[in-house]
C-alpha cells in the first residue's frame, strides 16, 4: 500500500441496503475525512477524526457514520442506503488538522437505485 | 457560517496566463489551500497560504489577502494537462469552494 487506498472503486447498491467503504492509509496520518463530492456542490465534509478513537460531525454527516480503532482505517457506512447518496466519495488524510496538507484517496463511485 | 466564491467555468489559450479569483467569508481563519482536480480523478494539494502575499512555485503562483478575505491563483504558460477544476479551501471548517472549470485550449 502506498498513500491512501478507498474500497471499492464503485458500487450499485439497492435503496435499504447497508454499505461500508473503506479507507486505509499508509503514511501514520493522525486525521483522516470522508467527503462527498456532487456535480455543482464541490466537495462536501461527511465526518473527520483528529485522531484514533475520536470522530466529530462535518457538513453533511445524516445517513452515514465513522469509527477510528486504528490510525490506518477509517470506514464509512451507510447504513439504510437512499438515491440521495448517489455521489462519488474521497477519503483523505492529512498529518496533523485541518491546517495540513490533505491526500486524497482515488474515489469510490455509489449508485443507490 | 462559512461563504466561498469562485467563477465557475473559465477558459484559456495554450501558452498564455490565468487569474482563478477566490473570495470566502469565514469565521476562523489559519490559512488557505488550492487543490487541482482532474475530471474522473481525486484533487491533489497545489499551495497553501497563511500569510498575506504571493507565493510562487513553479507555474503556479498564490496570492492571499486575509483583510479582504480574496486569493487568487495564476497560472502561467499554461498547458493543455492544466484544464482541471480549482477548488479553493479556507481553513477552519474542512469546506471547499465548488471549484472552476479551467479548459484550455491549443
Known amino acids: 500500500i502506498a498513500g491512501i487506498t478507498q474500497a471499492p472503486t464503485s458500487q450499485i447498491l439497492a435503496a435499504g441496503r447497508r454499505m461500508t467503504l473503506r479507507c486505509t492509509q499508509d503514511?501514520?496520518?493522525?486525521?483522516m475525512y470522508w467527503y462527498r463530492q456532487d456535480l455543482g456542490l464541490g466537495l462536501r465534509l461527511i465526518h473527520y477524526s483528529n485522531t484514533a478513537g475520536t470522530t466529530g460531525k462535518g457538513e453533511v454527516p445524516d445517513g452515514y457514520s465513522v469509527s477510528r480503532a486504528n490510525t490506518d482505517d477509517f470506514p464509512l457506512t451507510l447504513a439504510s442506503a437512499v438515491p440521495s447518496q448517489t455521489s462519488v466519495y474521497f477519503c483523505?488524510?492529512?498529518?496533523?488538522?485541518?491546517?495540513?496538507?490533505?491526500?486524497f484517496g482515488p474515489g469510490t463511485r455509489l449508485t443507490v437505485l | 457560517g462559512q461563504n466561498i466564491d469562485q467563477p465557475t467555468e473559465m477558459t484559456a489559450t495554450e501558452g498564455a496566463i490565468v487569474q482563478i479569483n477566490c473570495t470566502y467569508q469565514?469565521?476562523?481563519?489559519?490559512?488557505l489551500f488550492w487543490y487541482q482536480q482532474h475530471a474522473g480523478e481525486a484533487p491533489t494539494f497545489l499551495s497553501y497560504?497563511?500569510?498575506?502575499g504571493l507565493e510562487e512555485k513553479g507555474r503556479f503562483s498564490s496570492f492571499l489577502s486575509r483583510s479582504k478575505g480574496y486569493s487568487y491563483l495564476l497560472l502561467k504558460e499554461l498547458q493543455m494537462k492544466d484544464s482541471a477544476s480549482y477548488l479553493c479551501?479556507?481553513?477552519?471548517?474542512?469546506?471547499f469552494g465548488t471549484g472552476t472549470r479551467l479548459q484550455v485550449f491549443p
Open positions: 483523505a488524510s492529512s498529518r496533523g488538522s485541518s491546517y495540513n496538507e490533505q491526500f
Open positions: 503514511m501514520r496520518h493522525n486525521a
Open positions: 497560504n497563511v500569510l498575506d
Open positions: 479551501a479556507p481553513t477552519d471548517k474542512l469546506i
Open positions: 469565514t469565521s476562523g481563519f489559519n490559512g
